[in-house]
């Protein structure tokens, strides 16, 4: 079965202006991962966020960028966004039908019990919409709550580097709210890593007691019909949002 999780994550995500920084991103499950080639995946999309506004580099992205270091002078919140294009994959009916479950695409399995497929492959392409939110310096700024223009979003409420007790993130899909998502919240960095299962409210919204030590990283998946049945039968999005305490 394929690594669930697939997140951004820097060496630091606190940092003073004019502090390099380097982006890693990994592939795993509980997590916990390697950190991987992006060489292997398309880029669609690869943009940064600042409070000057954004800067979108995926039409030159290459394995050197997002190796090299990176700098911002200015204080404030920076977001990062990353998007790849499809994967095929081909899971047995067995495995496919679990994994629908363990992330939560009931609809998907209903689907296919009402359609005598449960015991047909699953034949899905699928790609990452990811973020991570840095802080730079002792300003703050609404960078933190950008819509990306993902097909999958995830959207803190709140600012998570201001907030104290409480966070509420919007899962959208095309900019739709997205009712009975199942969302996970991790947290890592402290006795051992943690994991909450929640589901959005009608508003796509999720909130969870907060506090700022660790790493977090906030996941979803969204499944849709792929339309070309000749090459798959599902599209799923994986969403992720991480941030942190280091």
Known sequence: MMAHEFWLEPCRFILEAGEKLQLKIFVGEGFAGEEIDFTKFKVAKYTHYTPDGERNTSGSL???QLNDFLRFEKEGNLLIALNNTNKHIELEADKFNDYLKEE???GILAWRKSHNALNKKGRE????CVKTLIQVGKKYNEVYSQNTRMR??????QNPYTAKQSLTFQVLFDNKPINKALVLVWQKGIEKNVVRKLRTDKSGKVSFN???QGVYMVSTVHMIPYGKTDEAD???YWGSYTFGFK
């Not at 999958?152 to 409420?157: G, K, R």
């Open 152 to 157: 999958l979003e995830l959207i803190p409420q």
């Open 104 to 106: 939560g695409l009931e």
């Open 234 to 236: 599902w599209q799923s």
């Open 210 to 212: 907060f506090e700022p």
């Open 62 to 64: 290459n394995e050197q």
């Open 125 to 128: 392409m699928y790609q990452r």
